[in-house]
């Protein structure tokens, strides 16, 4: 559950903002890998929120260590060519993305905000959204304008952490409405099992 200052930043963001957990637009995609898969609409055709829920089988200090260690994220991050952690401080931080991705796909780059803490010892939230007017200025990538989201870790009672990741981005470019469906649960996917193998606890 979101605490109150976590719904107080999630009403922050600009519109299209995420649905609430039990809203009816959320879609069930499948399981995998114990990780549970839902994407819901915007009124972009080309854009989806996409949500992953699973367990870490480490606990919440190690995964919260990983999830804030930005610059130390490049070697697990598929395609990313550039992380640059711009500015940082107790419970936030400004880091700029640059992918380098397959032709003929156009690179792509953004800068977004994140905003962290840890309302009580067992649980650890974070919000972020796009704030490329913090970032460099445009160059030859295809600049991401929407890039926004929030996990929600919880400690188990049996040392693991549960895990809630919730995901939303317009790429940009022409890339298909069926593309834009897939990635909006392969990224969330991809990104649970991306910290569970940089912990040493998946392939």
Do not use: C
Not at 47 to 60: N, R, S
Not at 69 to 90: C, Y
């Amino acid at each position: 559950m979101l605490t109150a200052l976590m719904w107080i930043l999630i009403e922050m963001l600009p519109a299209p903002k995420p649905p609430a957990p039990d809203s009816a637009s959320w879609r069930a995609i499948k399981s995998e890998e114990g990780v549970s898969l839902r994407i819901a609409p915007t009124a972009d055709p080309r854009a989806f929120w996409g949500e992953a829920v699973g367990e870490i089988a480490k606990p919440l200090d190690a995964v919260i260590a990983h999830v804030i260690d930005f610059q130390g994220a490049k070697k697990f991050i598929p395609r990313v060519a550039e992380i640059r952690e711009l500015h940082r401080g107790t419970d936030e931080a400004v880091v700029y993305y640059r992918f380098d991705l397959p032709w003929p796909v156009s690179d792509r780059d953004w800068t977004v905000r994140y905003r962290y803490g840890r309302p009580t010892p067992s649980s650890f939230e974070m919000v972020w959204s796009e704030a490329n007017d913090l970032g460099p200025p445009p160059g030859k990538a295809v600049r991401v304008q929407v890039a926004r989201g929030f996990w929600l870790l919880t400690a188990t009672d049996h040392g693991t952490t549960q895990a809630r990741y919730v995901f939303m981005t317009e790429f940009g470019g022409h890339l298909p409405r069926s593309v834009a469906e897939q990635t909006a649960w392969r990224q969330p996917l991809a990104t649970i099992q991306g910290v569970r193998k940089a912990l040493g606890v998946g392939k």
